[in-house]
Nanobody, 125 residues
Framework: QVQLLESGGRLVQTGDSLRLSCAQS????????MGWFRQAPGKEREFVAAIVWNGGTTYYTDSVKGRFIVSRARVDDLMYLQMNSLQPADTAVYYCAARWYSGESMSSAGAYRYWGQGTQVTVSS
């Protein structure tokens, strides 16, 4: 059973930086890609960023382009989300997710099979 565990979320101030980590365990095969999603109170879960595990191609939603960087350490089975210039609008629970197949859009939550429990990021103004 694949397990994903996020860490790194906390309370920060506007303009601060923060790095989230996602550790995976229990898998027998390399995922096709992993992604970050977030959900703010009263809003739907939205795509943030994703990375193709072997090729390293990255994808971002427009609102985080130029501020967030997704990366992975294949040897350690870790994925990161470096978040810079954080804004109150970035406040949300951040989830990491893994998918084993291509085809659907990288931003499609339904394409990801495994999800972590989430880590809270709060940006104060």
């Amino acid at each position: 059973q694949v397990q994903l565990l996020e860490s790194g979320g906390r309370l920060v101030q506007t303009g601060d930086s923060l790095r989230l980590s996602c550790a995976q365990s229990g898998r027998a095969y390399t995922p096709y890609a992993m992604g970050w999603f977030r959900q703010a109170p009263g809003k739907e879960r939205e795509f943030v960023a994703a990375i193709v595990w072997n090729g390293g191609t990255t994808y971002y939603t427009d609102s985080v382009k130029g501020r967030f960087i997704v990366s992975r350490a294949r040897v350690d089975d870790l994925m990161y989300l470096q978040m810079n210039s954080l804004q109150p609008a970035d406040t949300a629970v951040y989830y990491c997710a893994a998918r084993w197949y291509s085809g659907e859009s990288m931003s499609s939550a339904g394409a990801y099979r495994y999800w972590g429990q989430g880590t809270q990021v709060t940006v104060s103004s």
